[in-house]
C-alpha cells in the first residue's frame, strides 16, 4: 500500500507547512500508515509524520509503518502522552483533531494536560479529510478488493449444496464464514446475514436458529476480508428442488432489474444521489410491494460501509475509482425480502462489477 502517498495527500489537504492534524481513528492510522494495531494515533504535519504508541507494538510499528513515518513509545497515560509530544513537537497556535472520532473527555484530558504544562496550544475540531480521501481508492486497494470479492464467489458457490431445507440459518451462515476463511479471508468483513423466509423481511436479521424450510426464499449477505479491505454481496435464493413460484420470480425480477439499473446509472460524472433516486424509483415503478426504505449502497475499503451513503441527501458526484454497492430490496413482513447486492468499482469505461456469483433464485454455477 502506498502510505506515503497517502500522507502526502493528506498535506496538501491540510495546507501550509504549519498545519497539523492528530489521527485518532484506527482505520484512518491504518490508511495513512499500515499500522494495524489497537493504541495509536499519528500526528501529521507538513514535514513530518509520527506513530504515537505503546511498548506492546514496538516492534509491530516498526515493521508496518513506512520509514518516513517515525515510531514513538510512550508509557503515560493515554492524554499526558499524545500532550507530552504535542508540546514537544508542535510549534503553531492550533492543532485539529478528529472531532467525529476523540471523544469528548479524551480532548479535554489532553487540553487539560497542555494548559497544565503553560501552554498556549489549542485543540481545534477537524472532520471529514481522510474520510474524502478514502472515497477514492489506489490501485493497491482495488487489487485487495478484487480479492475479497472473489474469495466471496467462491464460499458462496462452495456453500450452496448445503443450503437446504433443515439447516439452521446460524449453522450455515458459519459455515459460509469458515469457507471464506479456508479460502484466505482474514475475516467476515461484517456479520454474515443468512435470513430465511419471514426473516428475509428484516434487512439487517441476525443468523437465528430458525430451521430452512423448503420454497422459503434465503436472503444472504457477507463478504471477505483482504489485507483489511471487505467485499460486500448479497444474494436471495429459494430453497429446494421445485421451481421458484410466480409470485417469488417476479419479486426477484423486480429487484434484480432495479439492481441493475442501479449500477448502470453509476457513471463517472453522475450525482451520487441519482443512484439511490433512480435505483428505488425503477423498483416501485414495477408495482412491487415493500420497495426499500434503507439507502441504495454505499462505499466500501477498510470500513464496510464508508462514505459515500447512496441516499437522497448524499452530495458530490460518481468519480473513477470508488467503491460502492448497490442493494435494492423489497420486504414483506411476516413473509419475506429479496435483495440483490454487488460490489462496483467506478472508472471513465463504466462501472466494473467484482462481485460475480451467478445471480438467480436458482443460481446456475
Not at 125 to 146: F, H, M, Y
Not at 218 to 244: L, Q, W
Not at 257 to 286: F, K, N, P, Y
Request: net charge negative; proline share 5%.
Amino acid at each position: 500500500m502506498n502510505h506515503v502517498g497517502r500522507l502526502e495527500n493528506l498535506r496538501s489537504i491540510l495546507g501550509v507547512d504549519g498545519s497539523y492534524l492528530l489521527v485518532s481513528n484506527p482505520l484512518n492510522v491504518r490508511w495513512l500508515t499500515g499500522f494495524t494495531g489497537s493504541n495509536g494515533q499519528v500526528l501529521v504535519s507538513g514535514g513530518a509524520a509520527a506513530l504515537i504508541t505503546d511498548s506492546r507494538y514496538r516492534e509491530q510499528g516498526s515493521n508496518e509503518v513506512p520509514a518516513e513515518v517515525e515510531v514513538v513509545i510512550a508509557s503515560s497515560a493515554p492524554g499526558e502522552r499524545v500532550s507530552d509530544l504535542l508540546l514537544e513537537r508542535v510549534d503553531a497556535p492550533t492543532i485539529g483533531f478528529e472531532s467525529d472520532h476523540l471523544t469528548v473527555s479524551a480532548a479535554d484530558e489532553m487540553q487539560t494536560a497542555l494548559v497544565d504544562a503553560g501552554s498556549k496550544l489549542a485543540l481545534a475540531p477537524s472532520a471529514g479529510q481522510i474520510a474524502e480521501l478514502r472515497r477514492i481508492k489506489d490501485t493497491d486497494e482495488v487489487a485487495a478488493l478484487r480479492r475479497a470479492g472473489q474469495i466471496a464467489d467462491d464460499a458462496l458457490a462452495a456453500l450452496l449444496p448445503n443450503i437446504v431445507a433443515g439447516e439452521t440459518e446460524l449453522k450455515l451462515a458459519r459455515l459460509l464464514e469458515w469457507e471464506m476463511a479456508e479460502r484466505g479471508s482474514e475475516r467476515a468483513s461484517f456479520s454474515t446475514i443468512m435470513a430465511s423466509g419471514p426473516n428475509g423481511a428484516k434487512p439487517h436479521a441476525r443468523p437465528s436458529a430458525r430451521t430452512i424450510e423448503d420454497g422459503d426464499l434465503v436472503v444472504i449477505d457477507f463478504g471477505a476480508t483482504v489485507e483489511g479491505y471487505g467485499s460486500d454481496m448479497t444474494r436471495t435464493i429459494v430453497v429446494g428442488s421445485a421451481k421458484p413460484t410466480a409470485h417469488q420470480q417476479r419479486w426477484y425480477e423486480n429487484v434484480l432489474q432495479a439492481q441493475q439499473h442501479g449500477v448502470e446509472v453509476a457513471q463517472v460524472g453522475r450525482e451520487l444521489r441519482s443512484i439511490h433516486h433512480e435505483t428505488r424509483s425503477h423498483l416501485e415503478a414495477s408495482g412491487q410491494e415493500g420497495v426499500y426504505e434503507h439507502g441504495t449502497g454505499h462505499g466500501v475499503g477498510l470500513f464496510i460501509h464508508e462514505n459515500p451513503i447512496l441516499s437522497a441527501r448524499v452530495e458530490g458526484v460518481v468519480v473513477p475509482s470508488m467503491a460502492l454497492t448497490v442493494e435494492p430490496g423489497a420486504y414483506v413482513p411476516g413473509i419475506g425480502g429479496v435483495r440483490v447486492e454487488d460490489l462496483v468499482i467506478t472508472s471513465e469505461a463504466g462501472p466494473e462489477t467484482i462481485t460475480n456469483f451467478p445471480k438467480g433464485l436458482c443460481p446456475a454455477l
